[in-house]
């Protein structure tokens, strides 16, 4: 791709930012904090979802030493460029604790639930845990990702030996700081409730749309033929895992639901009766047939995971669903009703087009495939049958 | 007329060699090739030019029939045929049906699989396989992999059929006869339902252990075991020694007045109604009375509900002249202590409740002998 057409998309998604930039602060103004609130973290939750959802992709693969996945392997390292970001969005975002969060509120020293959550849910500690889990992410990405980056130039397969050593610890602080993430930054919007797999249900959502974002990426880089070697093989393996977690996913959502819906305990079902009545309602209907029924009958056969036009279309739509999920999950904080209108398209401008900015940046720097990775000759030669 | 070969077969020492041989064998003119092997090789059907297999969309649509069958099934059972309304939620509670819906959809997807696979696709059982006869078997299921080269038009040769395997590279080249048309002799029979029958044993004693003995392993109690006092359980706190309270002397709880009368019929002279005359209380005396009563007594109260063909006591046929003729009181009492095999009901239904039913049983009395003045 020439750089000119490079720089005419870059210049069109500064573009898109800065007019996104403007409805994000009109929505301050016009609409009130808490709206203002609402999406970003909103965005917040969707960013940090994808950054960590590619890392554990990457870790993954270095545990496993799959092959298959080596030449693919620099598209969720880029899309990971995100992580680093998270920290200013993050420090923005600790500024919504006292307009949104049920905990912050004057009164929350009186009921019975948050008294008890206290030693948790309180300033210090709050921000401590959100600095460690920083902290944890960006500190992972340069050791999982900056190093193999670098492999490109040295050549040296230690770094490969010495990733797929990190992998393994990742993983584990993985699951304790996505699990701390969504406890605090989704849960303790509503602090009175509580669902001990809600970090499971973020990370299996974060997991589908990173793979949604690296099938999308690595179609991208494809068209333009800098994948060399990638074949309908490759694509199969993140068809496979898209439709993996997709069920998964579904698997985890439901489980939670039903539980709670059983049990039908006040403490706990308010929070999904906010969310399934009222407008919620269709979104909560749009969440199961769009999150977990189109991509699982889409993908379900060998030929739809090697199809490239329907594995981009069930690509966007996850990523879209990501979306709906997380909207599902935040914006019914502000009340009832359905909060979508144009501060919400707002924000999706700027947050996709600065997003996009980022990993555009990452995908037209350094090598298109780890050409330092040892196993790139094998993972080329990889073939179904 | 002799029957012709099976096929002819030759062994190849790794899968690569049999997917490299494959091609050499289908240029020299023989298109109907089988292969075995120890273990699935990817790309071979590919290479035999197989077809995709039917199997998926075969277990795709079973799996759908077995969701979309067990979904209806616990509809209908759960919302049409017997209504179960538990823990103020609708009889249509789609939600606790997901799980067996889920599981009927694996249940029939993998035995169609299963089955489908060993009887319709891979045509078995078929006992006179000539492969099973050769030698070659021993190391097909070890560590070769054996191509058969099936005859197929007039002009079939063996011998070239064997030259042209050994020139890809096999090794042990053979024909195979014709399959015998062998059927199972006794001694299989026996083995067979033997092994059904040990079979059976194991799962008979794997199960009688999950239901008698696992249930009495208790890996965790934090749930059975709560720091409060369960009904009957002893309390040394308290002089006497009892967790449960009695009411101090002379007081009735709030709602609790206890029927102080002996029997029936001094009931039928001291209790009095003390509910109003109103739609809303036959109203819900009919929903106390559907809901406790009409299981045995029936919804008329004629004593024939459905239960009662399973059970050795009559229920009391409601609609009767000695019921016609019992006082209202009466009726109370023996809700509230029950009589013969009927149990008390003092304690679920509330005292209020038992009046409205005794209420509804009258006016179910007067639907099925109404006088003539009601029919005008």
Redesign the interface.
Known sequence: MSAATTNRRARALWAAAAIGAVGVAATYVLDGAPRFWANWLVWFVILACVALGTLFLVALQHITGSLWSVPLRRVPERIAALTPWLVPIAAVALFSLPAVFSWTQPGADKITPLVLKSAWLNYPFFILRLAACLAIWVLSYRLLITRSLRQDETKDPKVTVSIRRFAPAFMILLALTITVFAFDWVSSLEAAWYSDMFGVYLFAGAVTSAVAATTLGVIYLHRRGRLPGVTDDHLYNLGGLMFGFTIFWGYIA?SQ??LQ??A?LPEEVFWFQQRTSGKMEGVFILLMAGHFFVPFLGL???SDKKNWRRLRGIAIWVLLMEFVDVFWLISPIQGRGLHLSWPEAAFALFFLSAGLLVILRAMNRGEDMPVGDPFLADGLKF??? | MRKPAYGVLALFPSADALLKAIPKVKAKGYAKLEAYTPYPV?????ALGLP?SKL?ILV?LMAAFGAVGVFAFEWWANAVNYPLLT???NAFSW??W??PTLEGSIFLGTFTAALAMLFVFNELPFFGHPLLKSPAIDEITRDRFGLLIVPSGASFDEADAAAALRAAGGAAVETLPAPSDEKPDAAWWTRTALAIAAACAVAGGATAFAIRVFPTVKPMVNMEVQPRLDAQEPDPFFANGRGMRLPPEGTVPRGELPILVANLDAGGRVLIDPLPVTARVLERGRRQFDLHCAVCHDRLGTGRARLSSVYSAKPADLQSSTMRRMADGALYWVISRGYNTMPAYAADVSPDDRWAIVRYIRALQRSQDAPERDLK
Do not use: S
Request: no cysteine; hydrophobic share 35%; net charge neutral.
């Open positions: 439901f639901y039903l819906w059983y039908n379900m056969t060998r073939h179904l049958r | 990817h790309g071979l059907d590919a995709e998926g795709f823990d103020g939620k939600p606790a997901i799980p």
